[in-house]
């Protein structure tokens, strides 16, 4: 067999090979030469070892990693795999293959900095590195900020903070049929928002063989095109359903002298599987890690003896938590989807491939060249109580078992359009939190404005800085009388109440509503009504961002304002203090100044660097994220943008944050990062004649 390696001008791996293996082991050979270092990052998070490298900070993670038994459920996987569809997992083992051949004597200097060399890959690491990268991307925590906020503030609290948690990734995704665009065919657009990494989460590549010739967005470390991809007569995309599909189940443990036991629902104690093992710390002393499994699943939280430095609740037994999730029930994480996927020629198979998914549970939207289209949830979500889907379970009582699997829901178009961005839509029945509607709405919108769309229209979607969700908090400052306030407070008013609402970079008057935004946050939070959540429960620290009041507060700042009661606290007067704190020491610039980009690196740049200032935020189109009331940086927004053009491939439009390769130094290393902040996409470029040959394989 053999294969070649092509580049475009932006330094994307065109793919050509004889048949679907071989382009698998290019596949792995060019992701291991581009991103070796980011992969074999990911390679230690999936197995828990980062922290071997990385330091402390990266224990709790690693630890979670263990206990969960994220590597022995991949090695589930492969194995079902190996039964059930030999053919991929044959496709993986060439993968794996490619990426060992490519890892080979790497010479990545961050490699050098952690003092480690690159490992070997088996065949089961894309899988465990697909697992790990979506543990908490369903946010099962929240299930325990809700138990901690009704604890501390009762249970009519738990409702105020329902909103996109600051675990969550979400996606702006819309399909245009062919009766509302110029050329006749079908445009699907959108951008993934993900915590922004350097390099990026999303590989752009082109895959070609005799049976099928696809461009899309790959995950590094994983075979195939999973998420966002064109086949020429087929395109579909992704974002992210809301479903909730983890449970977490309170256990009641003992130790025997045989090991540990678990109370079961029918009031029988069972033996629990259980072992030790030794997690590597930099520069420490390694940990031991005791793994813990009962009948409902991995033990993620506490023990038998409970949590370190816990004290259980009157009344309760010591705190163990058990992690409940679909692919370590099923041995299946839904890999028997990725080669339909490259095979897909309508969008029929889109739909045969989307039955095959497992995790996480998605939106899906595809529309090929025949006039078809497809608007529907892929996943596996249990069927349960719906107490299992709010808070923890007594795992000793009936009642919360598993009892099948849902019927993924569809939904059609309206008005030849779709749109998913993490609303209520489709998921709906399936999921307990859902983003705000402003993204999906402003979408919908901004579509409504003309009949006729082109793909060449679709950058001004995505970088649309409308902030709907301001108003509740400019409603407040509209209701204040005036002759309450000071003079600059009463002037600070008066500009925001007339501002147009756009969280544009250069906007002194964003800048100024941020501040006063974190400024309510802040003090709600110290409101005596509501600080009583302020102090999180002992848990492992990979938690703590869901249980942290202040953030809470932000992402739920509209339903914390518009909410009938708020526990007496006198919301009228929070604002006005706000605003009188804003006014006295306004922001010396704009909104770019301070909202600034701030990707997660494994290792900090060796010299440090200025990232660049941004557009937009949490709830506008274009979805860059701060913690309102802690931080203007941005850790997420779009972790890519694409335009699949139906009509023409060659119209196609895709950029990333950064660029195609994650070598420092490299001239492609970041050559993208100019168009992504202006909002403009490079070229899908798919005429061989305008490619370079970078070599035989």
């Known amino acids: 067999m053999s294969g070649a390696i092509f580049r475009d001008p932006w330094g994307i791996p065109h793919l050509r090979a004889d048949d679907a293996r071989e382009l698998a082991r290019l596949q792995g050979l060019v992701t291991a030469r581009d991103r070796g270092w980011q992969i074999e990052v990911e390679r230690h998070r999936a197995q828990g070892a980062s922290a071997s490298f990385l330091g402390a900070g990266e224990l709790s993670w690693d630890v979670l990693v263990r206990r969960a038994r994220v590597a022995d459920t991949a090695r589930r996987c492969l194995a079902r795999l190996e039964e059930h569809d030999p053919e991929t997992a044959d496709w993986i083992r060439a993968y794996v293959t490619g990426v060992n051949e490519g890892l080979d004597g790497h010479d990545a200097p961050e490699f050098a900095r952690a003092g480690i060399l690159p490992g070997r890959w088996e065949p089961w690491t894309p899988l465990a590195v697909w697992l790990s990268t979506h543990l908490l991307f369903a946010g099962f925590p929240a299930k325990l900020w809700r138990d901690h906020a009704a604890a501390r503030l009762g249970a009519d609290a738990v409702g105020l903070f329902a909103t996109d948690g600051p675990g969550t990734s979400g996606s702006n995704g819309w399909l245009v049929a062919g009766e509302r665009t110029v050329t006749g065919q079908a445009v699907v ?405 301070t909202h600034r980009l701030a990707p997660w690196r494994a290792l900090p740049p060796e010299e440090p660097q200025e990232e660049p200032g941004l557009s937009g935020d949490h709830d506008c189109v274009l979805c860059t994220s701060a913690v309102p009331g802690v931080t203007d940086l941005a850790v997420r927004g779009p972790a890519a943008r694409y335009v699949w053009d139906l009509a023409r491939r060659e119209d196609s439009r895709w950029v990333v944050p950064h660029g195609a390769s994650g070598r420092p130094g490299s001239p492609h290393h970041r050559d993208q990062q100019s168009l992504w902040l202006a909002g403009d996409l490079a070229p899908v470029v798919t005429d061989w004649a305008q490619l370079t040959k970078e070599t035989d394989v």
Do not use: K
């Open 189 to 593: 657009a959108g951008d993934p928002h993900r915590f922004i990494e350097d390099p990026g989460v999303y590989q752009q590549i082109r895959l070609s063989c005799p049976e099928f010739d696809v461009v899309g967005l790959a995950v590094p470390g994983v075979p195939g095109i999973a998420h966002f991809g064109h086949t020429g007569t087929v395109a579909w995309a992704i974002t992210n359903a809301m479903a909730d599909y983890q449970d977490l189940y309170r256990e009641r443990l003992r130790r025997t002298g045989a090991g540990i036991e678990a109370l079961g629902p029918d009031g029988v104690w069972r033996r629990a599987a259980r072992h030790t093992e030794t997690v590597e710390v930099a520069g420490e002393e390694p940990v031991e890690v005791e793994v813990v499994e009962t009948d409902r699943g991995p033990v993620v939280i506490g023990g038998p003896e409970g949590l370190d430095g816990g004290v259980p609740e009157p009344g309760e037994p010591p705190l163990a938590v058990a992690l409940r999730y679909p692919p370590r029930v099923t041995g299946d994480l839904g890999f028997g989807a990725l080669l339909p996927l490259l095979r897909a020629r309508r969008v029929a198979d889109v739909d045969r491939a989307a039955d095959l998914w497992a995790e996480p549970v998605n939106v899906v939207l595809a529309a090929d060249t025949e006039g078809g289209t497809l608007h529907r949830v892929a996943g596996r979500v249990p069927v349960r109580s719906a107490a299992n889907r709010l808070r923890l379970v007594p795992a000793w009582e009936p009642g919360h078992e598993w009892r099948g699997w849902h019927e993924p829901p569809r939904a059609g178009l309206d008005d030849g359009v779709a749109v998913m961005a993490n609303q209520r839509g489709p998921a709906a029945p399936l999921g307990v939190e859902f983003a705000p509607p402003h993204r999906a709405g402003r979408i919908a919108a901004l579509l409504a404005r003309r009949h006729r769309w082109s793909a060449a229209d679709m950058a001004a979607i995505h970088t649309d800085t409308h902030l709907a969700s301001a108003a509740p908090l400019l409603d407040h400052l509209a209701a204040l009388d005036a002759r309450d306030l000071t003079g600059p407070a009463s002037a600070l008013r008066e500009r925001l109440l007339a501002w147009d609402r756009h969280m544009d970079a250069g906007s002194t008057d964003a800048a100024a509503f941020a501040a006063l935004r974190g400024a309510v946050v802040r003090r709600l939070a110290a409101e005596p009504a509501l600080a009583a959540a302020a102090a999180p429960p002992p848990y492992p620290e990979v938690f703590r961002p869901w249980l942290a009041l202040v953030p809470r507060i932000g992402f739920a700042l509209e339903h914390v304002l518009s909410a009938e009661d708020l526990f007496g606290v006198d919301r009228p007067a929070v604002v006005r203090a706000a605003l009188e704190e804003a006014a006295a020491a306004p922001p010396a610039g704009a909104w770019g100044d």
